[in-house]
T-cell receptor, first 113, second 116 residues
Framework: ETGVTQTPRHLVMGMTNKKSLKCEQHLGHNAMYWYKQSAKKPLELMFVYNFKEQTENNSVPSRFSPECPNSSHLFLHLHTLQPEDSALYLC????????????FGSGTQLSVL | AQTVTQSQPEMSVQEAETVTLSCTYDTSENNYYLFWYKQPPSRQMILVIRQEAYKQQNATENRFSVNFQKAAKSFSLKISDSQLGDTAMYFCAFTSVDNYGQNFVFGPGTRLSVLP
């Protein structure tokens, strides 16, 4: 148990489906991140939320839509994805101005058919 | 833009032996942090060790230590007395202090196998 929980652990979806990934943290952190991890590629930053406000959108296609309703929850809404979007999606959290390190969840392995 | 390079896609080591993983980075920043993260088959990224750039002393955490060469922009990880549980992907990462650590930049990773 690390304090950052991601659900679902695995997700298979068709290109026309709509689904959501969920991240929940119990660490009292105030910054939350979405990263994409594809095979044989470095982790790619997607979005950053500081104090529930989006501060970073790393040129992510609009078929990915983040939502941060409070400091404990982060969602990634998915619609009309492409097969190349298949990857491991990792949520991470940290405390701004505090200990400079990220705490990660176990990720959601997404397969787009 | 910062970049992190790990030149060893895969490595292996015998149990109880020592192995060193390489990492180089490129930045124009002077104040930053460097990290080594471990990702076992469970997929969760776990922090192994952290180095603050303004500290000359190399960080150590039990069997894990780093060789931080700031001028050369090199940050290698040494694992002593390797154990089977050390088998994992290892990622080197960088974050700048000056931009409030908005982005942690990761290298492509090194897959380490510890052999019995």
């Amino acid at each position: 148990e690390t304090g950052v929980t991601q659900t679902p652990r695995h997700l298979v979806m068709g290109m026309t489906n709509k689904k959501s990934l969920k991240c929940e943290q119990h660490l009292g952190h105030n910054a939350m991140y979405w990263y994409k991890q594809s095979a044989k590629k470095p982790l790619e930053l997607m979005f950053v939320y500081n104090f529930k406000e989006q501060t970073e959108n790393n040129s992510v296609p609009s078929r990915f839509s983040p939502e941060c309703p409070n400091s404990s929850h982060l969602f990634l809404h998915l619609h009309t994805l492409q097969p190349e979007d298949s990857a491991l999606y990792l949520c991470a959290t940290r405390t701004l101005g505090g200990d400079e390190k990220l705490f990660f969840g176990s990720g959601t392995q997404l397969s787009v058919l | 833009a910062q970049t992190v390079t790990q030149s060893q896609p895969e490595m292996s080591v015998q149990e109880a032996e020592t192995v060193t993983l390489s990492c180089t980075y490129d930045t124009s920043e002077n104040n930053y942090y460097l990290f080594w993260y471990k990702q076992p088959p469970s997929r969760q990224m776990i922090l192994v060790i952290r180095q603050e750039a303004y500290k000359q002393q190399n960080a150590t955490e039990n069997r894990f230590s780093v060789n931080f060469q700031k001028a050369a922009k090199s940050f290698s990880l040494k694992i002593s007395d390797s154990q089977l549980g050390d088998t994992a992907m290892y990622f080197c990462a960088f974050t700048s202090v000056d931009n409030y650590g908005q982005n942690f930049v990761f290298g492509p990773g090194t897959r380490l196998s510890v052999l019995p």
